[in-house]
């Protein structure tokens, strides 16, 4: 199996003036293709600042971290192509421009792989099909729900075929039943091959996961396999 997160001794120190703060503290991790992984933790835990260096956001302080054999130790530039071709971002607030329609927001992250516009709708499009919104590409996200937004998110997440799908608090914003649905359409895209980490602060949902990697503190707690999963699948 490919490795497609490699973390080695992984530190992040934030510096306010003349005062440090370690938010992260040697963190070891290995995340394999296929595999369905949720981060989860306090308030403060360290989760967003892991997830900000796994979706290459940010760098950390000392440390590797190889995604899907890149060493991200590069220029901003270079972190931005890699980020863009590797990693799908899905939020916890969507994050879709309101003012473009649904397909109009898949197609964002198509637009630096130098496509036709005719190429770029058709990815959008399958992408949308995957995640059952096909019928709904001239909405603007005002028009939908707070689970239709989502699942555009997802589809936008799709787009460009990554290696790694990364979620934050998806279902943060989302009332129980419609979470549970975005839980299950992560399930299904991760039945077909994709690899999902989830990072939230909800014991619940990190227990749909496969595996559950616990932090606190800016450490790894603990990192354990799901022996519910098969069950509840
Ligand atoms: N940019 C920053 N500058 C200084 N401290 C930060 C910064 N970002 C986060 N922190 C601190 O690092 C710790 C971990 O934060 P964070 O990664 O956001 O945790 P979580 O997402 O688990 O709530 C917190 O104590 C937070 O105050
Ligand atoms: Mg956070």
Excluded: W
Aim: net charge negative; charged share 30%; aromatic share 4%.
């Amino acid at each position: 199996m490919d490795v497609v997160i490699e973390m080695k001794d992984v530190n992040k120190i934030y510096k306010m003036g003349s005062s440090e703060y370690r938010a992260l503290s040697d963190v070891n991790l290995n995340i394999k293709k296929g595999e369905f992984v949720s981060i989860v933790g306090p308030s403060g835990a360290g989760k967003s600042t892991l997830m900000n260096i796994i979706g290459c956001l940010d760098l950390a302080t000392s440390g590797q971290y190889i995604l899907d054999g890149e060493n991200t130790d590069c220029s901003d530039d270079k972190l931005s192509e890699i980020r863009n071709r590797k990693i799908g971002f899905i939020f916890q607030n969507y994050n879709l421009l309101p003012k473009m329609n649904v397909i109009e927001n898949v197609e964002l992250p198509l637009i630096y792989q130098g496509l036709s516009n005719k190429e770029m709708k058709e990815k959008a499009l399958k992408s949308l099909e995957r995640v059952g919104l096909a019928s709904h590409i001239k909405h603007k996200p005002a028009e939908l729900s707070g689970g239709q937004k989502q699942r555009v998110a997802i589809a936008r997440a799709l787009a460009t075929e990554p290696e790694l799908l990364l979620a934050d608090e998806p279902t943060g914003a989302l009332d129980s039943k419609t979470g549970k649905e975005v839980i299950e359409m992560l399930k299904q895209l991760n039945k077909e091959g994709n690899t999902i980490v989830l990072i939230t602060h909800d014991r619940e949902i990190a227990q749909e996961a496969k595996r559950i990697i616990t932090v606190k503190d800016g450490r790894i707690e603990s990192d354990e396999s799901n022996i519910e999963y098969s069950r509840v699948v």
